[in-house]
Nanobody, 114 residues
């Protein structure tokens, strides 16, 4: 089992920045990918960014604004979010994938005011 705990969400004005962090614990040796998804009210959960063995993948609307990074020694994955816009408002979920299962954190709210 893998446990994921997110932190760093909050309220920010349009154009501002936030940094999300996710700490993994438990059976972390089997993790081959970590990342972030988000879900806005009434919408499906969508990809934000993922990282595995140094390879990053971003949703098109996040490229150039968001940066994902991972510290394998600490089992953490961070998401630096710049130039935030109201449409970025959502619950952001950390995810970790092993060969067998995908795990999710409880989510952290990000609200961007105009």
């Amino acid at each position: 089992q893998v446990q994921l705990v997110e932190s760093g969400g909050g309220l920010v004005q349009a154009g501002g920045s936030l940094r999300l962090s996710c700490a993994a614990s438990g059976s972390t040796r089997g993790i081959n990918l970590m990342g972030w998804y988000r879900q806005a009210p009434g919408k499906q959960r969508d990809l934000v960014a993922t990282i595995s063995t140094g390879i990053t993948n971003y949703a098109d609307s996040m490229k150039g604004r968001f940066t994902i990074s991972r510290d394998n020694t600490k089992n953490t994955v961070d998401l630096q979010m710049n130039s935030l816009q109201p449409e970025d408002t959502a619950v952001y979920y950390c995810t970790a994938r092993t060969a067998i299962l995908t795990y999710w954190g409880q989510g952290t709210q990000v609200t961007v005011s105009s």
